[in-house]
């Protein structure tokens, strides 16, 4: 007997400047990430304004007392012992810098070799970035799929979406051919607010580029400012990375692999009433 769902047919879903950045920014990303944990860890406060010190007041910490780890957000202070701020290594020493070994690049303590590390991919990062916006206003791949009319960001529609997310009931037949309005919000979200914003502000915290454009950092509120939007960003792209790992796990991990591989994906069989 045929499985239903296979009878469905399959659309091109994904073209291949999508699924090439999509692979790329897999370990882009990563490395990203980890190495910013380890710059993050050679100062881990953070401040607004043009200046930071250890005096200073910082909104966000992460730090240890004599026994314990703990992370500081304005005035209020989390137990983070064993996962932040105090931790064991794999020798069994206690260590207490901010993120643990095995979520940094390198994995111990070098803040030059985490520079060049972040520095290296931050660059492909960057020109990948542009890449991808400029093939997708050429395939129309911005404005075929990431396009919303007023009826889609209607108050009533997105809430419906937003209750159809909440209850994991994902689009089924021809409703499943286009990003629906939540869908469209978030990759606009990350691709034209987040992930520009990173490369932002990580060159305005560049010497060279400080000096050769100093109003940018103005720009940014100073310095630290910029670091601290930098390191929110960041938040946002991993928030945003697990959210969508989750979803895909949940909505059919094959045909989602599939359709970032190969660019076809079956359509979900229409979901009984």
Do not use: C
């Amino acid at each position: 007997m045929t499985d239903r769902a296979d009878t469905q047919p399959m659309i091109y879903r994904h073209r291949l400047a999508t699924r090439l950045w999509h692979w790329v920014n897999v370990v882009v990303l990563f490395v990203l990430l980890m190495s910013g944990l380890m710059i993050f860890n050679a100062h881990p406060r953070l401040y607004w304004g043009s200046y930071g010190a250890n005096f200073d007041q910082a909104w966000l910490e992460i730090g240890a007392t004599p026994d314990a780890g703990v992370l500081k957000i304005g005035s209020l202070t989390v137990p983070t012992t064993g996962v932040l701020g105090r931790w064991t290594d794999p020798d069994g020493n206690v260590q207490t810098r901010a993120f643990p070994h095995w979520a940094t690049i390198p994995s111990s303590y070098d803040l030059a070799g985490a520079r060049r590390w972040h520095l290296a991919f931050a660059w492909i990062f960057a020109w990948g970035l542009l890449a991808f916006m400029v093939a997708s206003l050429v395939n129309r791949h911005i404005a075929r799929d990431l396009k919303l009319g007023r009826r889609e960001l209607s108050p009533r529609r997105l809430w419906h979406d937003a209750k159809d997310h909440a209850r994991l009931r994902f689009p089924t037949g021809q409703e499943a051919r286009r990003y629906n309005p939540i869908q469209v919000i978030s990759y606009v979200g990350v691709i034209f607010v987040a992930l520009p914003l990173l490369i932002a502000t990580g060159l305005t915290m560049s010497p060279g580029l400080n000096a050769a454009a100093p109003w940018l950092l103005d720009l940014l509120g100073g310095r630290q400012s910029a670091r601290s939007l930098h390191f929110i960003a960041a938040v946002a792209v991993v928030l945003f990375t697990i959210v969508h790992i989750l979803l895909v796990l949940l909505s059919g991990p094959l045909n989602q692999l599939r359709g970032m591989v190969t660019g076809w994906w079956r359509l979900p069989a229409e979901r009984q009433p």
